[in-house]
């Protein structure tokens, strides 16, 4: 039997959503181990004088706990 444990991150990107969710994901397998799944609570974006400036992803990440 295991035991999972989840985690929120924030992560943002220049270029899309899509983007902000694989650089949080990527940082997150640097410091996780048996990372398995990932949930996006929250999209949102900063504009800047009218146009979008940066995509943002809160994720709830799960992950394995090792025994």
């Known amino acids: ?32 181990r048996n990372v398995k799944g990932a949930w996006v609570q929250e999209q949102t974006v900063s504009v800047e004088d009218g146009a979008i400036k940066e995509y943002r992803v809160n994720m709830k990440v799960t992950f394995i706990l090792e025994d």
């Open 1 to 32: 039997m295991s035991v999972a444990r989840v985690t929120e991150i924030t992560a943002a990107s220049p270029v899309s959503f899509e983007d902000a969710i694989k650089v949080g994901i990527e940082r997150a397998n640097k410091t996780l």
